[in-house]
């Protein structure tokens, strides 16, 4: 009689992508199945050979185990012998290298304090590393996008998410999301301080202890007389004056920022019936 064993089969993709910073904690493994539909890698023998990203065969490498650590990018091709049988059969997985991002605010340019809070922060991708890199805008889990421009921003503390597009399916799988926060700076056109815990008090937004702490905001009334020299790390003006609520109407301010720059503008208290 004859016995037909079927050739050993393979549990990988065909590309993956490998991680330089840091380097994965675990090896690429090819999973090969026997005869019996059971995996029992003592039956079958490993040759491994590589071909670099350039496309030249890496005569140094050579390894014969079922796993192998993957420390760079390549073709990595490995054959794989039934020990009984003698047949074998081949396996080629393309190897791309990529990394964390590498981001600090010398990459970001913030357009902000708009007349209509159409703010805008773009991304200088030219050092962020070798990745394919994607971004997403305060969400860590996504959306995702393909251009590192993000527009009609409000004005607040963001915070910006990247990571390699081909390594990432879940939060907290492949080269890891890199996050950096940004300041954009603007201010509320309006605020209603009526005790129901909604937009209660006014401030200059994007302002935090690592933003901008030093500067300054003075509140006006129409006629020109301060009525609060604020502090921008604090919640904000309650609308009142010498412990008085002060009227529904336009107020003005002028606002001194610790990075140099001067604006000025009014906003309106509205009060409820």
Not at 225 to 236: A, H, R, Y
Request: contains cysteine.
């Amino acid at each position: 009689d004859f016995v037909v064993n079927p050739l050993p089969s393979f549990d990988i993709d065909d590309e993956i992508v490998v991680c330089l910073n840091p380097l994965p904690d675990n090896p690429l493994e090819i999973g090969t199945y026997n005869w019996n539909g059971g995996n029992d890698p003592t039956i079958y023998n490993y040759s491994w050979s590589r071909v670099d990203l350039n496309g030249a065969q890496d005569t140094a490498y050579s390894e014969t185990t079922e796993t192998i650590k993957v420390d760079k990018g390549g073709v990595y091709t490995v054959i794989v012998e039934d020990a009984i049988t003698f047949c074998t059969r081949s396996k080629s997985i393309t190897v791309t290298e990529s990394e964390m991002a590498n981001i600090s605010l010398d990459d970001i340019t913030v357009e902000d304090l708009t007349n209509d809070n159409t703010n805008t922060i773009t991304i200088d991708t030219l050092n962020l590393g070798i990745g394919d890199y994607e971004f997403s805008l305060d969400e860590a889990f996504g959306p995702y996008q393909d251009e590192p421009v993000f527009e009609s921003v409000k004005p607040g503390i963001h915070t910006i998410y990247i990571r390699d597009k081909n390594s990432y399916y879940t939060y907290d799988y492949g080269c890891g999301i890199a996050q950096i926060d940004v300041s954009v700076i603007g201010y509320r056109k309006y605020f209603t301080p009526n005790g129901d815990g909604v937009n209660e008090t006014w401030k200059i937004l994007g302002i935090r202890s690592d933003f901008n702490a030093g500067s300054k905001v003075y509140i006006f009334d129409r006629f020109g007389k301060l009525l609060k020299q604020l502090d921008p790390l604090s919640n904000g003006w309650d609308g009142t004056y010498l412990g008085k609520p002060m009227p529904a109407t336009d107020y003005w301010f002028r606002t001194f920022l610790q990075d140099g720059r001067e604006f000025k503008g009014h906003f309106s208290l509205v009060r409820g019936n």
